[in-house]
């Protein structure tokens, strides 16, 4: 059992159950601009979740649902695209339930199971350009730009860089 706790919210793995909330987030014109479109329909997030428990059994990937301590679900965050010495992350997005520090949190618990449970030194990921204030939040916590194509900029963050982050702002979640 994959168990990642903050000081005020955790990651789960996400389950079936899950299917209408993530539909919910993933719907919500509040949260999908910078994301890939999704169908509305249940059942068929459903089975791709049952798809997905596949890949999570063979770490292919790993997707989360970002909850309060008191259980409340507050977002989405997603490991995939594993390379040699890699691992990606996205889908993550966030509603009006987190907390006052849940980005930060959760990109540290992130950051904490792909380098200290993983084993990677380094993580890789795309923003897509108009999303301004994600891509400023990569900057501060260290990440470097290292491409960019017509929609997105590619980013690397090394297990470094966020050691110096989380040190600097440690009294915001520990």
């Not at 993530?22 to 979740?49: C, G, H, M």
């Not at 990109?107 to 449970?117: E, R, S």
């Not at 960019?148 to 090394?158: A, P």
Request: charged share 35%; net charge positive.
């Amino acid at each position: 059992m994959i168990k990642l706790e903050g000081k005020n919210i955790r990651l789960r793995l996400v389950e079936e159950k899950d299917a209408d909330f993530i539909l919910t987030l993933r719907l919500d014109n509040r949260y999908n601009a910078f994301l890939s479109s999704v169908s509305p329909d249940v059942e068929a997030q459903k089975n791709w979740i049952r798809k997905y428990k596949d890949d999570e059994k063979k770490g292919i990937q790993y997707y989360f649902i970002i909850e309060r301590l008191d259980g409340t679900p507050c977002g989405t965050v997603r490991i995939y695209d594993i390379r040699n010495d890699s691992f990606c992350w996205g889908s993550w997005i966030l509603n009006e339930n987190k907390t006052r520090y849940a980005a930060l949190e959760s990109a540290f618990l992130v950051y904490d199971f792909g380098f200290k449970k993983l084993g990677f030194k380094k993580s890789h990921f795309d923003v897509m350009k108009g999303n301004k204030g994600v891509i400023n939040f990569h900057a501060r916590m260290g990440a470097v730009k290292n491409n960019e194509d017509e929609v997105n900029e590619y980013f690397e963050i090394t297990e470094e860089a966020v050691k110096a982050a989380k040190e600097k702002l440690a009294d915001k979640f520990t």
